[in-house]
């Protein structure tokens, strides 16, 4: 079950984060700040987060916002499922919701960064295999021989 | 002159933004929320901004700052200069101070994000004179038929 983020999920989305053998300190911090900032400041937080629950457990979220200035792009900031259950397709599940927010938002892009390094090669897979697409990419970006890469797609209703 | 940003400036700042035709209502606010983050936050804010001062005037400045996560990004977020005094190189001026702000901080990449409308395209050629290339585009981004442009130079030292 897909529902919103309350502030009573902030612990459980920070102990799966910690979890996350893939995401550097940094990272984690970057992740935990968004969190933070949607529990302080609510519904004026720049950012949605949508959190996914089995069997009373929250094992994966995302979040998601609009870019500045434009009048349809959306941004998915973090989408992160437990590694424990990789299999459970909560990834998939997130990515179709997060899609049909912004299709009912009258969006028109959404567009996730990611790096190009072999660590994120099970997320550059994810996404394509969703239909979306490489709409650009930045050598050398994050550091040294890691590229960014981002993959969008176009929304029709 | 080229200096530091300080408090007092915010007011010649706005003053100037008002008076860019170029600008819708939403870019100017967008702007100024920056530059009142500054203010607010001083040391703590994301955002560096750097003043151009002829005559004891406030003729132009840009906001910068570093990309999260990456060990050397940085973005223009803007770079204004008034159109009353177009001809003073304060834009160029600006931009070379910027790169070498992003080279004392062995960045990698500098950025600006523009627009591809005609009312953009004395900013798409400013970029391209001072040796900036098209890292990456995005159709329909600001809205239909308003492309997004991302201008980069890779900084050696």
Known sequence: MIR???KEDRDSIESMIQRIDNFTQEEKLIALELIDDKVLNGEKSHYTIYVYIKDLKL???YCIGLRPLTDGVYDIYWIVTDPEFRKEGAGKSLL???EN????RDGR???AETSSTDKYVATQKFYLRNKYSIVSEIKDFYKLNDDLMVFGKYITK
């Open 59 to 61: 094992i994966g979220y």
């Open 101 to 104: 927010f912004v299709k009912e």
């Open 109 to 111: 892009w959404i567009l």
């Open 4 to 6: 919103d983020f309350q």
């Open 96 to 98: 179709e919701h997060a």
